[in-house]
């Protein structure tokens, strides 16, 4: 990939060395604001899933597949803010939205990276969830360690091949309108906007893709959690039932979070496109639901909570 794109006006070739995120420069009294939100959101993000990961890897209790899982999606979660999110508390704060062509190829590449891998993430802690609660009995042999690190390895290599091709088939397009990305940072559909010729191929490429990475993905998540509920209401111990709901509900809600904007970002029609729509939607999946799940994951599970107390308990007596 080329560190500057051309663009043709004319007869003349203007070389395209960066890009304006315009952020939310159109509500300037706020941006003080925001940064302070955006800060606050950041360091818990970064607190709160540094926090799981070393709770799962610490406590005995913890080293099973759906916190091996969990371990995986923090760290894939601190990875995914920290994308786009430094970058969109220095423009708030200097006032400067520039960002290079090659820094703005990049920060797309990895935030589909890890957005692909999150998807399929999610659906191997269903398949977990669905083989913990329906097959009890075979969950040892079937949710091996070779399988489960299998599982995650091929969610973070089957995000990092797609987002290659994604990456590679947009930022070799030329750009001949404005450099102004009404967004906080380089995301696709803002960047076909700014494309010149048909790129009706790339519209259908990135809805093809996401049909792929997030609605077959879902789909399997739908269908596990469909067989998992009837298999709790099957359940003759009233406890047996809260239990299982319990280690399952934590999940499904982060499910609900982050596919529901993602789904309505990426398989929405082109014809309802609006920037300033997709920028708070795309808040929800940047910035909300990163910080979102270890706390919902700590405060609905009881194994993490009791992770964290022994932790402190031993922390206190040494």
């Known amino acids: 990939m080329k560190n500057s794109q051309e663009i043709r006006v004319g007869r003349n070739i203007t070389p395209v060395t960066g890009f304006i995120l315009l952020g939310f420069s159109n509500i300037p009294r706020m941006q003080h604001f925001f940064f302070s939100v955006f800060l606050v959101t950041y360091i818990v993000t970064l607190a709160g899933n540094l926090l799981i990961i070393v709770l799962t890897l610490a406590d005995p209790a913890l080293h099973i597949p759906m916190y091996f899982f969990l371990r995986n999606l923090s760290f894939l979660e601190i990875c995914y803010t920290s994308v786009n999110v430094p970058k969109m508390l220095g423009n708030l704060l200097s006032g400067d939205q520039t960002i290079s062509f090659i820094s703005c190829a990049v920060q797309t590449y990895f935030t589909f990276f890890l957005g692909g891998s999150e998807c399929l993430l999610l659906a191997s802690m269903a398949y977990d969830r669905y083989v913990a609660v329906c097959k009890p009995l075979h969950y040892p042999v079937v949710m091996s360690r070779k399988v489960s690190t299998g599982l995650a390895a091929g969610s973070w290599l089957s995000g ?52 792929l990475f997030v609605t077959f993905p879902f789909v399997l998540i739908l269908l596990s959690y469909v067989c998992i509920i009837s298999a709790i209401l099957r359940m003759p111990s009233g406890e047996g039932r809260r239990k299982s709901f319990s280690t399952c509900s934590s999940h499904l809600l982060v499910v609900m979070l982050f596919y529901g904007s993602a789904c309505i970002m990426y398989l929405k029609p082109n014809s309802s496109y609006s920037a300033n729509t997709d ?22 599970n009881k194994e993490v909570k009791g992770a964290f107390w022994r932790m402190v308990g031993r922390r206190r007596y040494h």
Request: net charge positive.
């Open 279 to 300: 920028k708070f939607l795309s808040l929800f999946y940047t910035v909300i639901t990163p910080m979102l799940n270890p706390i919902i994951y700590s405060l609905r």
């Open 160 to 211: 990092l091949l797609m987002s290659f091709g994604h990456t590679s088939m947009v930022f070799t397009l030329p750009f001949c309108r404005s450099h102004d990305i009404n967004h906080f940072f380089c995301d696709i559909p803002p960047l076909l906007k700014m494309a010149c010729g048909d790129t009706s191929r790339h519209e259908t490429a990135v809805f093809v893709i996401a049909l």
